[in-house]
């Protein structure tokens, strides 16, 4: 079945740091990808996506490449804050009739001052 | 406009008692979806509903676990006989569908309820 695969956190960094957080999938259609962001306390909401292959998703600074040929996501920030601590969570839909969205368990990152 | 609601945002129950949750979606999205998230995991998909169409429940995790939607509106997540490992954070999201332009496939989440079972 499609599933996502993303790195164990947490992930520490400091600030200005260049963070990679790596996702990989398995899908048997052609799926959409997605980044998606839980700030503590609140809801989750859409980081970035992508729809097709090659295509770069963007924002906020972060971006993530959809790599069709290595069935990869990854998501990276040249310098990340200390307001970027959150959990990231990598997703993807495919069209069966219905949009069942699968995600990944989730990337906890702190950044320090 | 509106973002999608939950009520209530924090429910108290004791073990064996039926829980309801309730998801306002946001006005005109035709998808909805709920999901199980316990303290520091992932979501754990639980229902879709899509329109007109049967609901996948196919992430229900027993027959203790129902939802409802009326038509492209309101749904209720219900939990019978709630058990402690039905502790947790369940979140709602609509989609808008086709008519979302390029936000079709893009999920609107809710803040979420946060059940605890004593």
């Known amino acids: 079945g499609d599933s996502v695969t993303q790195m164990e956190g947490p992930v520490t960094l400091s600030e200005e740091a260049f963070l990679t957080i790596n996702c990989t999938y398995t899908?048997?259609?052609?799926?959409?990808l997605f980044w998606y962001v839980q700030y503590p306390g609140e809801g989750l909401q859409l980081l970035l996506k992508?729809?097709?292959?090659?295509d770069k998703g963007s924002n906020k600074g972060f971006e993530a490449t959809y790599r069709k040929e290595t069935t990869s996501f990854h998501l990276e920030k040249g310098s990340v804050q200390v307001s970027d601590s959150a959990v990231y969570f990598c997703?993807?839909?495919?069209?069966?009739?219905?949009?069942?969205?699968?995600f990944g368990a989730g990337t906890r990152l702190f950044v320090k001052a | 406009g509106a973002g999608v609601s939950q009520s209530p945002s924090n429910k108290v129950t004791e073990k064996g008692k039926d829980v309801e949750l309730r998801c306002d979606p946001i006005?005109?999205?035709?998808?909805l979806y709920w999901y199980r998230q316990r303290l520091g995991q992932g979501l754990e998909f639980l229902i879709y509903?899509?329109?007109?169409?049967?609901?996948?429940k196919s992430g229900l995790p027993s027959d203790r676990f129902s939802a409802e939607r009326t038509g492209e509106s309101v749904s209720t997540l219900t939990i019978q006989r709630t058990q402690q490992e039905d502790s947790a954070v369940y979140l709602c999201?609509?989609?808008?569908?086709?008519?979302?332009?390029?936000?079709?496939?893009?999920?609107?989440f809710g803040p979420g309820t946060r059940l605890t079972v004593l």
């Open positions: 999201a609509s989609r808008p569908g086709l008519a979302g332009g390029s936000s079709y496939n893009e999920q609107f």
């Open positions: 899908a048997t259609g052609y799926p959409s």
């Open positions: 992508a729809t097709k292959a090659d």
């Open positions: 997703a993807l839909s495919v069209n069966t009739g219905g949009f069942k969205t699968i």
């Open positions: 006005s005109g999205h035709t998808a």
């Open positions: 509903f899509q329109g007109n169409s049967a609901p996948d």
